[in-house]
């Protein structure tokens, strides 16, 4: 049937190409990145899966964690490979990464890892690189702020700590892990702490940055005021 064309999306005639889309642990900023970047027919990028993959690689060679000169170099010599539109296939070295991303020890260090500058030097050169072609959705900490200070579009995901955990804890049961809300609250809490205080690219709102609060609004509402900001530029 030659005249059915599927669109994956709608693309832009104008100018938006890139959006960085920050926020803290489960903010919503995957599940907003991905839909914002279907509807946009543009390219998807987790960057907390660049510092999952050298930290997964550290532990799998030994490399101590608090040696920051090593795990610079790790990284410098394992450039990261990520192929699909949505990103999901991650090689680092010969090694293609799944599930290995989100086991426990790599959960449990890659705040140790992703406070490095060594390591955030590394990584955001490869993350800048990979926004040069544009029409890319980039989602992390400091993309707004370190990465790509002139993306088009700067959004800024919040939510309590309560409804932060909340979401956690369903995907972590629906997962088999056997956690409470406590416990999952109070790991909310101190990933947010490293996140905010670490002396490199801290996770901060950037100034022109449009904050949204996933607590109070739908996915569906989130996406439709950064689509309604994307419009207007
Ligand atoms: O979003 P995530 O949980 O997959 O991120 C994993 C870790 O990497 C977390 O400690 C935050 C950090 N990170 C970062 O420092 N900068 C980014 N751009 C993305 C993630």
């Known amino acids: 049937m030659p005249w ?10 104008g100018k938006v190409s890139v959006i960085a889309l920050d926020g803290p642990v489960a903010s919503g900023k995957s599940v907003v990145g991905r839909e914002l970047a279907r509807r946009l027919a543009f390219r998807y990028l987790d960057t907390g899966v ?8 550290a532990l799998r060679c030994g490399t ?4 920051e000169e090593s795990l610079g170099n790790l990284a ?6 990520l192929s699909g539109t949505e990103s999901n296939q991650v090689w680092v ?7 290995e991303l989100r086991d426990a020890r790599v959960e449990r260090q890659v705040s140790l890892v992703s406070r490095m500058p060594q390591v955030r030097r590394v990584l955001v050169q490869q993350q800048r690189t990979l926004a040069k072609e544009g029409n ?11 990465v790509l200070p002139n993306a088009d579009v700067k959004v800024y995901l919040s939510a309590s700590p309560e409804a932060r955990a909340h979401r956690r ?3 972590l049961v629906d997962q088999g892990q056997d956690v409470d809300f406590q ?3 109070g790991e909310t809490i101190q990933r947010d702490d490293m996140d905010s205080n670490r002396a490199d690219s801290p996770l901060r709102p950037a100034e022109d940055a449009l904050t949204l609060d996933t607590g109070e609004l739908t996915i569906d509402q989130v996406v439709e005021q950064i689509l309604a900001q994307v419009h207007r530029c």
Do not use: C, F
Not at 50 to 57: H, N, P
Not at 64 to 67: P, V
Not at 136 to 146: F, K
């Open 50 to 57: 660049m510092y999952r993959a050298i930290t997964w690689l």
């Open 4 to 13: 059915l064309i599927v669109l994956r999306g709608t693309p832009l005639s």
């Open 76 to 81: 410098n010599r394992h450039p990261i490979r």
């Open 136 to 146: 890319i959705v980039m989602v992390g900490r400091d993309i707004g702020t370190v």
């Open 64 to 67: 101590s964690l608090a040696d």
């Open 93 to 99: 070295g010969e090694h293609q990464l799944g599930p």
């Open 183 to 185: 416990q999952v609250l």
């Open 169 to 171: 804890l369903k995907d």
